[in-house]
């Protein structure tokens, strides 16, 4: 009687091996999910740039966070950065082929409202999904839109009552000339009149100007007791020059749209008596806070600053993210609902979505500014204010209405 085998096991077994080899060489070779794609839209030339390139930087390192701990969905996320320009028509032609061409998931777009509202429509028109990272003067909710920048009843109104609380009611208000500025001088003026102040003179520049020797003329003759300042971009440079060479370095000065970037590039820390209202200083002793800004400096250079659009930037991807995870899904329809009910622990305190009005309830805080650039926190409101764009003292109709009336 024969010992040996069947042979039909064997040659099974064979068939086996072959077959588990062959799909477990699909498997390796098999590509890999496609990522899921956003949109940073931001100016990285022109009179914008000192200002939103550091907004990429913030949005960058969060994604890169996000990859490192597996992406989301188990799907990497890849970012489409794109230059706006400095152009409000740049960034709504960028936001529609980002949208329609690059087919991106979210925007993470703008500084200046002038390109915010720019942008706004294209959004809305393909029911997408825009992240805005910047203080702004209110009077909008889109729904297509999460503000994650400050209200102004955190930021313009609260620090105009502390300017002149702490320095006087005889006002200069200088700004840019386009949405914000005057809008925000709309709520300072309401402001100094209930407080029985004085605007001694309200002036607006273009954008990127340079020539400030008739403001700097005006304040030495009319002597504020503050000057008020909602100029944006690199005119802040040659405002503070101007200053200081007039020997008006003691001025109080309370600047809107100048944070740690902008102080440290153009000099703000001159000044002797120049104060920022913000939700978000890097001086901040949060360990929050302490571990983003050394993660920020760790990626990007020891010499690099963090600020309250940085912050604001790196939130509102982190808040997409959560929103992704909790829908299941990247498609705008699905995330947009679901961000409703987000909040973060993050740098400057706990935010949280608010869901009536799709801004983040946020801190107040004003800081003096050191020779380096940085602020010391000389105010800051005792727990995080809920937001309000539009300003309860009047109706939207009203607003609306008032609005109009401030386009240059």
């Known amino acids: 009687m024969s010992l040996r085998k069947p042979a039909l096991p064997v040659v099974a077994l064979a068939i086996m091996m072959v077959v588990a080899a062959g799909l477990a060489f699909r498997a390796w070779h098999a590509p890999s999910r496609p990522p899921i794609r ?31 701990q597996g992406g989301l969905l188990g799907r990497p996320v890849e970012m489409v950065i794109v230059d706006g320009q400095s152009n409000w028509d740049t960034f709504a032609r960028e936001a529609e082929r980002l949208i329609g061409q690059e087919h991106v998931d979210a925007l993470f777009a703008c500084w200046t409202s002038a390109c915010r509202k720019a942008v706004k429509p294209v959004v809305e028109r393909h029911d997408h999904l825009m992240f805005y990272p910047v203080q702004y003067e209110g009077l909008e909710q889109s729904p297509n839109i999460l503000y994650t920048g400050s209200a102004p009843n955190q930021q313009i109104i609260p620090g105009t009552r502390w300017a002149i609380d702490t320095f006087g009611k005889r006002v200069y208000l200088i700004g840019s000339n386009y949405v914000f500025p005057r809008t925000a001088n709309l709520m300072i003026r309401d402001l100094v009149s209930t407080e029985n102040g004085q605007v001694l003179a309200e002036r607006y520049l273009p954008l990127g ?49 100048v944070a740690e970037p902008e102080m440290a590039a153009w000099g703000g820390g001159r000044l002797s008596r120049h104060y920022g209202v913000w939700s978000y200083f890097q001086s901040l002793p949060r360990a929050e806070n302490r571990r983003f800004v050394q993660a920020f400096k760790k990626r990007y250079g020891a010499d690099r600053v963090t600020s309250d659009p940085v912050e604001a930037a790196y939130v509102g991807v982190k808040l997409w993210a959560q929103a992704v995870v909790d829908a299941g899904s990247p498609a705008p329809d699905r995330v947009n609902p679901a961000l409703l009910r987000e909040s973060l622990d993050g740098p400057s305190e706990v935010e949280a979505v608010d869901a009536d009005t799709r801004h983040l309830w946020k801190m107040v805080r004003v800081g003096k500014v050191k020779p380096n650039g940085q602020f010391v926190q000389v105010f800051a409101s005792s727990r995080p204010l809920r937001p309000a764009p539009w300003p309860f003292y009047r109706s939207k109709e009203e607003w609306r209405a008032m609005i109009e009336g401030t386009r240059p």
């Open 38 to 68: 956003i949109g940073l839209l931001h100016s990285l030339t022109g009179t914008m740039a000192v200002s939103e390139r550091p907004l990429v930087d913030a949005e960058r390192l969060a994604v890169e966070e996000i990859n490192a």
């Open 209 to 257: 100007a340079r020539d400030m020797a008739g403001v700097v003329a005006d304040i030495r003759r009319l002597k504020p007791d503050v000057v008020l300042n909602t100029l944006n971009g690199d005119s802040n440079a040659a405002f503070f020059d101007a200053l200081n060479q007039a020997g008006l370095a003691n001025m109080p000065l309370v600047s809107f749209s």
